[in-house]
């Protein structure tokens, strides 16, 4: 790919991209297991770029999240900031594991910010009523290896730090 376009909208695609597949349409059955696609990319960018993608990178980040979805304006934001601090503190230490325990860390760091969702949506009166509201997590682990794979080959590209 070409360097000077790649390096400054690679980020920027990336994150579209993971909108979109956020308000793709799903079939009925399919729609609880949605990814959390955004806040997967969001993980991988803080983890491959600590110093060029962080915890204001993961508000705005949340911020598109709140506008695109219609929750409460803040409420993604929240979430994937402390999504984002997380993944700074623990990328060296994630970076290195292979790819079936990134997978579970990144379900658990996706658990946080689905606690975090439940407490807002259980202050605002709008709490899930059945287990599949974590349905995501599963979904999200089991794709998270071909989603890091495909953002790193990405990332190496454009030759991005």
Known sequence: MDNAFCRPWVIPLSLVAAYMLTIIPLPTWAIAFRPDWAAMALIYWTMALPNRFGVGAGWITGLFMDVLTGTLLGQHAMAFA????????????????PLWQ????VGAMLAITRLLSLWVDGITGMAPGTWLYWAPLISSMLLWPWLFLLLRQIRRRCHLA
């Open 102 to 105: 990134q997978a579970i860390t």
């Open 82 to 97: 402390i999504l984002a601090y997380v993944s700074i503190r623990l990328h060296q230490r994630i970076r290195v594991f």
